[in-house]
């Protein structure tokens, strides 16, 4: 069969939300990256994904992980009748074999569409295909646009973290303060640094998430020293919550599984300061 045939089921488009402008946004594009592994990445981007979606957003959540304990995971992708030869992942569009809007699958949550992602994507950076550091940017050019697509990175920064970094519009970098982790930081601006000379030169930093578990002194000036070096940045705070790390078992968002965990409140609101955000830009 074709592969360029089939085209998945997709949920109904949603208009944006109206924001403080008095009018829809234009659509956004957020990676979350950060080398180190536990710094929150899939966490946030369930946590936004959801909470854009209960605003009215079509979202669409690209997994560039290829761990099985990834966003796949937690939301794997409503297959229903597709026959096995047409459940198309994240691997068959960056090797060209299908477009992006082919491989995007809705899930259990209305308006929270994904992009999944299996090993078989550890092949693009074995093959490195022409082009390989931008086919992801392309194809979602080429896809029907959503009003937030939310890109989650692997814990490294090899070929597929750059592709998805120069797909992007902003980034969104979450840090569980400790000194390890804000080196391994120092290690991603250098990486941001060349992906903006080299490939995407509007890139912008729009937060950092700093997972706070206890407030030591170590946390806290590190979280000084970051409000320092990203002065332009969003700064989130988001508090730990136990029954966070459970939803994932449960195939649930956090407003669903954990609606009262403090968690949930500071990603709705880190969700409505990145829409302000959006709102003050488009309005310049």
């Keep these: 069969m074709d592969l360029m045939q089939a085209t998945p089921p997709m949920h109904p488009a ?22 180190k592994g536990g710094q929150g990445k899939t966490t946030t981007a369930v946590g936004l994904g959801a909470e854009f979606a209960a605003a009215g957003y079509r979202v669409r ?46 899930t259990v949550v209305p308006g929270l569409d994904i992009v999944p992602s299996y090993k078989s994507v550890t092949q693009f950076e074995a093959l490195r295909p022409p082009g390989a550091d931008l086919v992801l940017r392309q ?6 646009p959503c009003g937030i697509t939310l890109i989650d990175c692997p814990p490294n920064l090899g070929l597929l973290t750059v592709t998805a970094i120069a797909s992007a519009d902003e980034v969104i970098i979450p840090v569980l303060p400790g000194a390890l982790d804000v080196a391994g930081v120092s290690d991603l601006n250098q990486t941001l640094a060349l992906v903006r000379k080299r490939l995407n030169p509007d ?21 000084q020293q970051l409000l320092a070096d990203y002065p332009d940045a969003i700064h ?22 954990a609606p009262a965990a403090t968690a949930t409140a500071d990603y709705q609101a880190f969700a409505e300061r990145l829409d302000q955000d959006a709102a003050q830009r488009a309005a310049r």
């Design 14 to 35: 949603a208009a944006p939300a109206v924001t403080l402008t008095g009018r829809p946004l234009p659509p956004r594009r957020y990676v979350i990256t950060n080398q």
């Design 203 to 223: 890139l912008r930093v729009a937060a950092i998430i700093l997972r706070r578990i206890h407030r030591t002194g170590l946390a806290v000036a590190i979280e």
């Design 139 to 144: 194809a979602l050019d080429e896809a029907e």
């Design 236 to 257: 989130q705070i988001i508090r730990h919550a136990v029954k966070i790390a459970e939803a994932p078992n449960f195939h649930a968002t956090l407003r669903d599984y």
């Design 61 to 106: 959540m690209v997994d560039c992980d290829p761990q099985y304990a990834s966003l796949t995971f937690w939301f794997p992708p409503k297959w229903d009748d597709i026959p096995p030869d047409q459940r198309y992942d994240l691997s068959h569009v960056l090797m060209g074999q299908v477009s992006l809007d082919q491989a995007t699958w809705p």
